[in-house]
C-alpha cells in the first residue's frame, strides 16, 4: 500500500550477523508494529510502537529489538540472527493503534538466515 | 491468554461454490477485523465488526459478528479466481488487553 515501504524486500544474512529492517511511513500515523510469519502460525506480533520513542513487546520479542526515533521509521533489529528467525517480516501502521480499525501492512521482507 | 482459533486451515471448492471461514475467541471481543493476503503478497484490511450481531456485506463477501461477539464468519458467494488467498480474522479484547491477536488464517484455493 501506497504510505508505507519496507527495506530490504529480501535479505540471507549468517547466523550471528546483527540485522535491521526498515518500516518507513508517510502517513503520519502513530502507531507502528513488527510482525513475523511463518507457515502454521499465522501473524505474530514481535513489537510494537504508540508513538516516538514509546515501544513495547509483543508475543515473540525474544531476540529483537526495536527503535522509533522519528514518527515515520520503526527500525526492527535482530541483535544476532538465528536460523529460526528466517521468516518473513511485515510492518503494519494504524491510525487509532491497537483500539480498532484496520492495519496497513507493509509489504513484506524475506530474511533467510543461513 | 486469549486466543483466536480458525477454521478451517484450508479450503478447496470449485469456482463458483460458496465459501466459508469461521472464527472463535476464547474470551469476548470488543471488535474483529477481517483481511486478506493474496499468494506472495500483505495482509490487506477487508472490514470491521463491532456490534453483537453485526452483518455487513461487501459485494459477494458477507461478515458476520456473533452475538455473544466471540464468534465470527466470513462467507463468499459464487467464489472466483480472484478470491485466491488466505483470509485472516484478528480479534481484540480490550477488557483483557490492548493487543489484537490474528488467526492463523484459512488458505482457499479455487479449482477452476
Known amino acids: 500500500d501506497a504510505g508505507i515501504t519496507q527495506s530490504p524486500r529480501h535479505k540471507v544474512t549468517e547466523t550471528g550477523t546483527p540485522v535491521t529492517l526498515r518500516c518507513h511511513q508517510t502517513e503520519n500515523h502513530r502507531y507502528m508494529y513488527w510482525y513475523r510469519q511463518d507457515p502454521g502460525h499465522g501473524l505474530r506480533l514481535i513489537h510494537y510502537?504508540?508513538?516516538?520513542?514509546?515501544?513495547d513487546k509483543g508475543e515473540v520479542s525474544d531476540g529483537y529489538s526495536v527503535s522509533r526515533s522519528k514518527t515515520e521509521d520503526f527500525l526492527l533489529t535482530l541483535e544476532s540472527a538465528t536460523s529460526s528467525q528466517t521468516s518473513v517480516y511485515f510492518c503494519?501502521?494504524?491510525?487509532?493503534?491497537?483500539?480498532?480499525?484496520?492495519?496497513?501492512f507493509g509489504s513484506g521482507t524475506r530474511l533467510t538466515v543461513v | 491468554g486469549q486466543q483466536v482459533m480458525q477454521i478451517p486451515q484450508y479450503q478447496h471448492v470449485q469456482e463458483g461454490e460458496d465459501f466459508t471461514t469461521y472464527c472463535n475467541s476464547s474470551?469476548?471481543?470488543?471488535?474483529i477485523q477481517w483481511y486478506k493476503q493474496r499468494p506472495g503478497g500483505h495482509p490487506v484490511f477487508l472490514i470491521q465488526?463491532?456490534?453483537?450481531?453485526e452483518v455487513k456485506k461487501q459485494k459477494r463477501l458477507t461478515f458476520q459478528f456473533g452475538e455473544a461477539k466471540k464468534n465470527s464468519s466470513l462467507h463468499i458467494t459464487a467464489t472466483q479466481t480472484t478470491d485466491v488467498g488466505t483470509y485472516f480474522c484478528?480479534?481484540?479484547?480490550?477488557?483483557?488487553?490492548?493487543?489484537?491477536?490474528f488467526g492463523k488464517g484459512t488458505r482457499l484455493h479455487i479449482l477452476p
Open positions: 465488526l463491532v456490534k453483537s450481531g
Open positions: 503494519a501502521i494504524s491510525e487509532s493503534g491497537v483500539r480498532g480499525y484496520g492495519y496497513t
Open positions: 474470551t469476548t471481543l470488543s471488535n
Open positions: 510502537s504508540y508513538g516516538v520513542k514509546d515501544t
Open positions: 484478528a480479534g481484540e479484547d480490550r477488557n483483557r488487553d490492548d493487543k489484537i491477536i
